[in-house]
């Protein structure tokens, strides 16, 4: 990545359709492929229970921290473009899908462009983000992991209840 500044971004990744697993393989492969980003921390895959439309099969879960060159948008736009080309379908909101990528943080930005909220507006709320994140965020030493691991406490398990940890 040359001389450019690096910056770490934290992002979450699920599937419910198809070969879960390899939907969140190959989207890792794609970013840690591309020449300004690096995957540098990734936590276990969870299975975990569907939350907002209920009615569909369980995820597969799990976070990964990258260092990167790119801005946060040119690191989102990077993201989107994977998640189309690894055929997401995207016709119901909250409803099944081959591969969701959301940016959780990026660095200690916070925005509220409706196209990219940072951190992430839903994260706090959701086991299935915060139980993989805090697991990925201790294990890199990250400045923000106690504070996020409180957050986690107070979650008791509401939403997206973890399942099991597959690997
Ligand atoms: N930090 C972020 N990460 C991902 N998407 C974001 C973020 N901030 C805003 N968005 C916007 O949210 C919109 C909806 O995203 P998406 O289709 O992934 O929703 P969803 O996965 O169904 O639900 P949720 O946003 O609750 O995870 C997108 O247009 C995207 O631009
Ligand atoms: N358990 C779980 N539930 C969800 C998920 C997800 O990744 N895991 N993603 C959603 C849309 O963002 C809606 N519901």
Not at 67 to 84: C, G, H, K, N, P
Not at 128 to 144: T, Y
């Amino acid at each position: 990545m040359g001389s450019k500044p690096l910056f770490y971004a934290y992002i979450a990744l699920g599937s419910n359709m198809g070969d879960r697993e390899r939907f969140l393989q190959d989207a890792i492969r794609q970013l840690d492929t591309h020449e300004e980003i690096a995957v540098s921390g990734r936590s276990g895959i969870y299975e975990t229970e569907p939350v907002g439309v209920v009615d569909q099969d369980p995820f597969l879960n799990m976070v990964i921290e990258v260092e990167t060159s790119l801005s946060a948008q040119a690191l989102f736009d990077v993201m989107v473009r994977i998640e189309l080309e690894l055929g997401r379908t995207r016709e119901l909101r909250w409803g099944p899908r081959t591969l969701d990528l959301d940016l959780l943080l990026y660095q200690d930005t916070v925005q509220d462009d409706p196209f990219l909220i940072l951190p992430h507006p839903r994260m706090l709320e959701r086991a299935f983000v915060m139980v993989p994140l805090v697991e990925v965020m201790q294990e890199r030493g990250a400045e923000q992991a106690a504070f996020m691991a409180a957050h986690l406490e107070q979650l008791d398990g509401k939403e997206g209840v973890i399942l099991w940890k597959k690997i």
